[in-house]
Nanobody, 122 residues
Framework: VQLQAFGGGVVQAGASLRLSCAASGRTFSSYTVGWFRQAPGKEREFVAAISWSGGRTYYADSVKGRFTISKDNAKSTVYLQMNSLKPEDTAVYYC????????????????WGQGTLVTVSS
């Protein structure tokens, strides 16, 4: 499966953005999809994930209550709605897919998109 993430941009603190991850190739509905982010000089970290059916989601504590992940299998697209953005949310955001159960482990994801930059100014 090929993934393409887009929707990043430059916003002020408190604003909202919606990232999209469009998939092509194999049956997208069979994949768990996750969002990860990597800030300058830091390791890539887990943000959120959604199960293949869309019935289960999981969030990092740092984004819980502010970010919402959703999946539209008909459009082969996963969204990450980001509200109340903070400067510490500034990072390149990547979407990734795994043909398996919902997991936060970066190593479990076999397919990665190219990343989209989110910059939050204070």
């Amino acid at each position: 499966v090929q993934l393409q993430a887009f929707g990043g941009g430059v916003v002020q603190a408190g604003a909202s953005l919606r990232l999209s991850c469009a998939a092509s190739g194999r049956t997208f509905s069979s994949y768990t999809v996750g969002w990860f982010r990597q800030a300058p000089g830091k390791e890539r970290e887990f943000v959120a994930a959604i199960s293949w059916s869309g019935g289960r989601t999981y969030y990092a504590d740092s984004v819980k209550g502010r970010f919402t992940i959703s999946k539209d299998n008909a459009k082969s697209t996963v969204y990450l709605q980001m509200n109340s953005l903070k400067p510490e949310d500034t990072a390149v955001y990547y979407c990734a897919a795994t043909y398996g159960v919902l997991t936060t482990a970066r190593s479990a994801y076999s397919y990665w998109g190219q990343g989209t930059l989110v910059t939050v100014s204070s």
